[in-house]
């Protein structure tokens, strides 16, 4: 079975700059989230989604991230414009409808200079 | 909400067993425990999730004793390749959902020759 897939793996612009994340879940998961994750923390949810629609977005700032789950299956995180505090790991995890089990992907390491 | 509070870090030496201890004093009736482990430069990933008494699979041991204020993750003979971040998560069981997701900031584990 196919991983959860996201890319790029890694990313530098500079501050004001846009940039864009992509995540492909495993097939069938209905759930998708994505997280922040910075240097020394643990995981902080963004976003989840439960097929194309949002359930939580309560922690994202909205202001200047936004993210879709056209057709409730791939995802995109947009940054736009970053700020040096958004370098940070962005994962992205999916979940079937069962199960306590979230399956991570290996994450877009983003740097803002 | 039920807010969980982990040991910052631990060393423990290789063949040994490590355990880890979360405590949960206002875990709700219907909150489970699920633990994650990470490895650098990766996503977290599933290792063990229980209600109550001791729960046992290929990787690792749960226990949780009747109050289930606190739970313990047992890792049986550690190697050099078990040095990771632990996560202890509470909330509901099913797909993760709200306080499901706040990873907080784990356990560091570091195993040494």
């Known amino acids: 079975e196919a991983g959860v897939a996201q890319s790029p793996r890694y990313k530098i612009i500079e501050k004001r700059q846009s940039v864009a994340f992509w995540c492909n879940p495993i097939?069938?998961?209905?759930?998708l989230y994505w997280y922040q994750q910075i240097l020394g923390q643990g995981p902080k949810l963004l976003i989840q989604?439960?097929?194309?629609?949002?359930?939580?977005d309560s922690q994202l700032p909205k202001d200047r991230f936004s993210a879709e789950r056209l057709k409730g299956v791939d995802s995109t995180l947009k940054i736009q414009p970053a700020k040096l505090e958004d370098s940070a790991v962005y994962l992205c995890?999916?979940?079937?409808?069962?199960?306590?089990?979230?399956?991570f992907g290996p994450g877009t390491r983003l740097t803002v200079l | 909400l039920a807010k969980t509070t982990q040991p910052i870090s631990m060393d423990s030496y290789e063949g040994q067993e490590v355990n880890i201890t979360c405590s949960h004093n206002?875990?709700?009736?219907?909150?489970?425990i699920t633990w994650y482990q990470q490895f650098p430069s990766q996503g977290p990933r599933f290792i063990i999730q229980?209600?109550?008494t001791k729960v046992t699979n290929e990787v690792a041991s749960l226990f949780i004793p009747a109050d289930r204020k606190s739970s313990t993750l047992s890792l049986p003979r550690v190697s050099l390749s078990d040095t990771a971040v632990y996560y202890c998560?509470?909330?509901?069981?099913?797909?993760?959902?709200?306080?499901?997701?706040?990873f907080g900031g784990g356990t560091r584990l570091m195993v040494k020759p």
């Open positions: 995890a999916s979940s079937p409808n069962r199960g306590p089990e979230q399956f």
């Open positions: 998560l509470v909330g509901p069981d099913g797909p993760p959902a709200g306080n499901m997701l706040t």
């Open positions: 229980g209600y109550k």
């Open positions: 097939s069938g998961h209905a759930t």
């Open positions: 989604f439960q097929n194309n629609g949002v359930v939580d």
């Open positions: 206002n875990i709700a009736t219907n909150d489970y």
